[in-house]
């Protein structure tokens, strides 16, 4: 794996977490919300 593709892998993880979090803001499960942002 180059470092491009490390790059693009840890951008693809933090961009789901994002959205997860995002999510659990929306729906109320604020304690989670902190281990996902």
Known sequence: ??????FKY???KATYDLETARV???TGRYLYVT???
Do not use: I, L, P, V
């Open 35 to 37: 281990f996902m942002a």
């Open 24 to 26: 659990m803001m929306r």
């Open 10 to 12: 840890w951008e693809d």
């Open 1 to 6: 794996m180059d470092s491009q593709e490390k």
